[in-house]
């Protein structure tokens, strides 16, 4: 188990460069969150049957291992904190998801979670918690981890508090997409409002299309 005595799932692959930090150059990252955005939004997924990649997350992953760019999942796990769900299933679930991306040829450098919400039980009941999103707490963990340019990293999202921890880390943008909890337009208006301050809000209608959006990829879009 990954878990610290924070109460956070802290995950980095040994391919990653944790040892690189601090001693060459910090390269732009690529923060994804995972339900959603990554795979389909279920509802506390538990279950290995239950993980769906969605269309295109396998590919624009690859493309940024191919980059060198390192890919970051950042995700919200409050059916840990609330008792819903149990570490042992998301660690199922991630050993899964890790599974159909490698059929891709795909694979994410760093995957962190956070546990804590408001309706949390012991030890993970906290309002706030500066690791939940949108505060900005495991973006600037993953940073502290691997030699990453938060300046010059993007985040994808389908709930503009995915986008907000990506500005409140001092992110150069984030992409909203419209799958998951994203095709509420609420989510797609409140994720707009967040542009401005050097942070740079694009939106489309899911993860495949987010690579021509992302500059970290070769994207101009927007
Ligand atoms: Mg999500």
Redesign the pocket.
Known sequence: MAVGADGLWIAIAPSAGAGEAGAGERRPALFL?????IVD?VGYLARREDVRLIAGAAAIIAAANRARIPVVVVTNQSGIGRGIISWADFAAVEDEIARQLARHRARLDAVLACPHHAQGRPPYAMAGHPARKPAPGLLLAAAQRLPIDLRRSWIV???AS?LAAGRNAGLAGGVHVAT??GTAGAERAAARQLAGDGFDVRGAPSIAAAATLLPLLGGHGG
Not at 33 to 37: H, I, K, M, Y
Request: net charge negative; aromatic share 8%; proline share 0%.
């Open positions: 969150d995972r339900d959603g955005v939004e999202g389908d709930r995915d998951g909890f």
